[in-house]
């Protein structure tokens, strides 16, 4: 079955910290991984997309990296800011399947002053 | 280009009534997906249109569930005879091409809440 586990649960940083959210995955064959932030009633919004030959994407204080042999990500997070709270969420899109996503249950991050 | 749109953001309605709900997607994005999100979990793929037509539906998409996407613009989610299980937060994206690597792009979704 594929799945994507994500971990920590959530997290609780202090302002102008790093922080590293971990994903594992079991989805084959892959085709490419995402991190999504979601904020508190809100969609999810793309951060970066990353295939199989890639093995790291940054986005601003976002910088996500792939093993695909080890079938892992991790999305790390610079000097964070209090807009940073939010749930960011791992995808995985298996190959041959146009339409299939295997979402994880995402990392709650909380910034606090 | 204002994102992708849906509505209402809100809706609160008795077990037993039907509910409509409607997604304006980006324009010239020729698929459209819907997605259901609970409490604390991912979003869960419902079914997704590529152009009119409906191409893939989830286990997931009961006989009371149904989707249309007529000209191939916006959509339209409709449950009837809802349940108290079917309270969740309803998610619409939208994607251009046909592309593995297309971002899909998430509107604020419909909240529905079942008394």
């Known amino acids: 079955k594929n799945q994507v586990e994500q971990s920590p649960q959530s997290l609780i940083i202090l302002e102008g910290k790093n922080c590293t959210l971990q994903?594992?995955?079991?989805?084959?064959?892959?085709?490419?991984l995402r991190w999504y932030k979601q904020d508190t009633g809100r969609g999810p919004v793309s951060l970066t997309i990353?295939?199989?030959?890639?093995n790291t994407k940054s986005n601003g204080r976002y910088t996500a990296t792939l093993d695909a042999d080890t079938k892992q990500s991790s999305l790390h997070i610079t000097a964070s800011q209090l807009s940073d709270s939010a749930s960011y969420i791992c995808?995985?899109?298996?190959?041959?399947?146009?339409?299939?996503?295997?979402f994880g249950t995402g990392t709650r991050l909380q910034v606090t002053l | 280009d204002t994102g992708v749109s849906q509505d209402p953001r809100h809706k609160i309605t008795k077990r037993g009534q039907n509910v409509t709900f409607r997604c304006d997607p980006i324009?010239?994005?020729?698929?459209l997906y819907w997605y259901r999100q609970t409490l604390g979990q991912g979003p869960e793929f419902l079914t997704y249109?590529?152009?009119?037509?409906?191409?893939?539906k989830s286990r997931l998409l009961s006989d009371r569930f149904s989707a249309e996407r007529p000209k191939g613009s916006f959509s339209t989610l409709e449950i009837q005879r809802t349940e108290q299980g079917d309270s969740a937060m309803y998610l619409c994206?939208?994607?251009?091409?046909?592309?593995?690597?297309?971002?899909?792009?998430f509107g604020d979704g419909t909240r529905l809440s079942i008394l």
């Open positions: 994206a939208s994607s251009e091409g046909t592309g593995a690597s297309q971002p899909q792009h």
């Open positions: 994903c594992n995955y079991t989805v084959s064959p892959f085709s490419n």
């Open positions: 990353m295939t199989f030959s890639e």
């Open positions: 995808v995985v899109r298996g190959s041959g399947t146009a339409s299939k996503l295997t």
């Open positions: 324009s010239e994005h020729n698929r």
């Open positions: 249109f590529q152009n009119e037509a409906q191409l893939e």
